[in-house]
């Protein structure tokens, strides 16, 4: 777990790193970048596109994408104590596309990807406007909204909660989890931070660490102190 992290700060001490998630891919050993994950109250948020401009969304669109989005979803959440997580994808386009007139992502890409995810006993559903969706998770009927974009779910999950959610990095032998907000340096030193986000973090990252095995908790371990080095720098 680590408390907010300026990318900024980073490129001025002149980091080899793109940002946080390089470090940890690299120094971790795995094969690919982790997904990010936003976490509120018990729902998720993850996406399929994370730092990407908007400009170029679109072409990072494609089936393997969202079915392997939609796998991972489902493998953190289990990890994290929901047996049978509920999945809600979002739609690309306004209106989810409106049956083909502004836009075909939904129709070529993202529902033969949920159909996949389903024949994998996925328990996801869509797509489904994103106007709209968040309204329907946030009266129960879904656990997680799979966006297709980062402000697609930021804006909402921010919008709930801003003092109380978390992100969480999925994909790596160990949980990695810090506060979805920033570092609002224009409270520094003033003592009137709010910590909810930061003992949720924690709270998360512990939960989900329980059934890790051995060898990827000292990874993390290790990439703790490697992190702390970074910022330092």
């Given at each position: 777990?680590?408390?907010?992290?300026?990318?900024?700060?980073?490129?001025?001490?002149?980091?080899?790193?793109?940002?946080?998630?390089?470090v940890?891919?690299?120094?971790?050993?795995?094969?690919?970048?982790?997904?990010?994950?936003?976490?509120?109250?018990?729902?998720?948020?993850?996406?399929?596109?994370?730092?990407?401009?908007?400009?170029?969304?679109?072409?990072?669109?494609?089936?393997?994408?969202?079915?392997?989005g939609?796998v991972?979803?489902?493998r953190?959440?289990?990890?994290?104590?929901i047996?049978?997580?509920?999945?809600?994808?979002?739609?690309?386009?306004?209106?989810?596309?409106?049956?083909?007139?502004?836009?075909?992502e939904?129709?070529?890409i993202?529902?033969?990807?949920?159909?996949?995810?389903k024949?994998?006993?996925?328990?996801?559903?869509?797509?489904f406007?994103?106007?709209?969706?968040?309204?329907?998770?946030?009266?129960?009927?879904?656990?997680?909204?799979?966006?297709?974009y980062?402000?697609?779910?930021?804006i909402?999950?921010?919008?709930?909660?801003?003092?109380?959610?978390?992100?969480?990095?999925?994909g790596?032998a160990?949980?990695?989890c810090?506060?979805?907000?920033?570092?609002a340096?224009?409270?520094?030193?003033?003592?009137?931070?709010?910590?909810?986000?930061?003992?949720?973090?924690?709270?998360?990252?512990a939960?989900?660490a329980?059934?890790?095995d051995?060898?990827?908790?000292?990874?993390?371990?290790?990439?703790?102190?490697?992190?702390?080095?970074?910022?330092?720098?």
């Amino acid at each position: 777990t680590f408390t907010p992290f300026n990318k900024y700060a980073m490129k001025l001490a002149d980091s080899s790193y793109e940002d946080e998630i390089a470090v940890i891919t690299e120094e971790s050993g795995a094969e690919r970048n982790g997904r990010e994950f936003n976490i509120l109250d018990g729902l998720w948020n993850a996406r399929i596109t994370s730092h990407v401009p908007l400009k170029d969304v679109a072409r990072h669109i494609t089936k393997e994408a969202v079915v392997n989005g939609l796998v991972l979803t489902d493998r953190c959440m289990r990890d994290a104590g929901i047996t049978r997580p509920r999945i809600a994808v979002a739609g690309l386009n306004p209106h989810a596309g409106d049956s083909g007139n502004f836009g075909r992502e939904e129709i070529d890409i993202i529902e033969p990807a949920v159909a996949a995810a389903k024949a994998q006993e996925i328990l996801c559903e869509g797509p489904f406007p994103s106007d709209t969706v968040f309204l329907r998770a946030k009266r129960g009927d879904f656990d997680a909204v799979q966006t297709m974009y980062h402000d697609q779910g930021q804006i909402a999950m921010k919008l709930m909660g801003f003092e109380r959610g978390i992100t969480l990095i999925g994909g790596y032998a160990f949980p990695v989890c810090t506060p979805a907000h920033g570092t609002a340096f224009d409270i520094a030193g003033k003592g009137i931070a709010n910590l909810g986000a930061t003992r949720n973090a924690l709270l998360i990252a512990a939960r989900m660490a329980q059934p890790r095995d051995v060898d990827g908790m000292e990874r993390g371990r290790r990439l703790g102190s490697i992190l702390t080095k970074v910022a330092a720098e």
